[in-house]
């Protein structure tokens, strides 16, 4: 098994427990590795599993999210590959956001806090450009994309604690007609 599909293994877990609810005889059995092949991967534990999660969900923002936003398709091709890329990922609102499961402490530590302050800021920008591109002055763009950002993010947090998926459905809708300045 690979490192990066270890971590996407680890991002799952941690998405369904916690950083403090999941334990490394968890990770254990959902990796299929011992403790010492683990610390083989991640001598830091389980604060650098953590950490080498948002690493990788900050890098699939910029390469893959950015790469996207910015690409030659219309602004409506490029929100509606970007809506259905986040659904998938965040499973319909399904899937706890990472940044929500991730514990204050954890920020304590200033590469992991700036990797979790690097991920907000790379999907603002997301919706930053799309608001942009559909017409938005670059005040008015940036303030929706840190509402839809918010939207987003809060409507996750609802959905996981609710357990009603709906609620993230109908913020996505909203967050899309902002984008489009149909509000």
Not at 28 to 50: D, N, R, V, W
Not at 67 to 90: C, D, G, W
Not at 127 to 153: P, V
Request: charged share 20%; net charge neutral.
């Amino acid at each position: 098994m690979t490192k990066i599909e270890i971590i996407q293994i680890l991002i799952n877990e941690f998405r369904k427990f916690g950083y403090e609810g999941l334990s490394l005889r968890q990770i254990s059995q959902a990796t299929g590795l011992g403790k010492a092949s683990l610390y083989h991967y991640f001598p830091g534990g389980k604060k650098e599993m953590a950490f080498e999660v948002m690493k990788a969900a900050n890098s699939w923002i910029e390469k893959d999210l950015q790469a996207l936003v910015t690409s030659q398709l219309t602004p409506e091709e490029r929100l509606k590959s970007l809506e259905v890329i986040l659904k998938e990922f965040y499973q319909n609102g399904k899937n706890a956001c990472l940044l929500d499961v991730m514990t204050i402490d954890n920020c304590a530590n200033d590469d992991f806090y700036l990797e979790s302050k690097n991920i907000l800021k790379n999907l603002t920008n997301i919706f930053f450009i799309l608001a942009k591109d559909f017409g938005q002055n670059e005040s008015k763009a940036q303030i929706t994309a840190q509402t839809a950002l918010s939207l987003l993010q809060g409507s996750l947090i609802q959905s996981r604690i609710l357990q009603n998926t709906n609620i993230f459905e109908q913020q996505f809708n909203y967050v899309v007609n902002l984008l489009k300045n149909n509000l």
